[in-house]
């Protein structure tokens, strides 16, 4: 592994800082960043959006089959877990000062689980009330990142994730409804732009661009969340130990004896 220049997760980071850090960390490595997303998203684009679908002869006016819709649907929400999970431990090692290479795989299988249990409570807070799907969708939202980096079960890795928004709900949801803002406002014209596209090859190709860079985008401004949610919640006060902070203990007075000189 190549040295790279470190990245300090113990930090505590607003918004600003956030969506400052996610853009200079990108450009700093677009093409790993990049290239481990194109890996999960091409394949499926070209095979099921554009030639199941097909849209690689028709653009986005062809009618996609019904089949072909719902598997484009389920694995939309797949590949955002897969992405995540290779971009948090793309930032682990970023922050432990190396580069990984595109190989080095990270626990697909763990963070799928958290994610599946994580949307079964999301969509059932939903039906019983839309308040508490909102709830859980915010305290469960690094779900994967938790499974990845702690190597936990998928009910464990929800708990884990809500203990780290506890306290900080408002604030959390707050930060990812601003990030969600401001890349959909980014993306837009674009993705207007590649839909009026009349050939096939060119909309597909220009289509996994814009994914890839958006589903990237997205997974690395929420892995630095949760590093930032981490840090705070083991170092409430700053990046120091709690101990660092309480007062030094007095020192304990001898006990001398009688026969002591």
Known sequence: ???????DLDAHRDAGDLIATTLVLFARHAALFLS??????A???VLVTGVWGGRLAG???ADMPVAAAAVTAALAFVMPVLV??????IVRDLGAGRVPTVAEAPRFPLALAAVV?????????????IVPGIWVFIAGYFATQTAVMERCGPLAAFRRSSHLVEGRWWRTAGTLLLGWVLLTIASYLPGRAIDAIPSGVLYI???ILLQVLTLSLTALFGTLLYFSLQARNEHPFGAAPVGAYLPPVPPTPTVRSRRDP
């Open 1 to 7: 592994m190549q040295e790279a220049p470190e990245i």
């Open 36 to 41: 481990v997303t194109l890996v999960i998203v």
């Open 43 to 45: 394949p499926v684009m």
């Open 59 to 61: 653009g986005s006016a």
């Open 84 to 89: 995540t999970a290779l971009h948090v431990t």
């Open 117 to 129: 249990v994580y949307t079964i409570l999301v969509l059932g807070g939903a039906i019983l009330l």
């Open 205 to 207: 190709a220009l289509y």
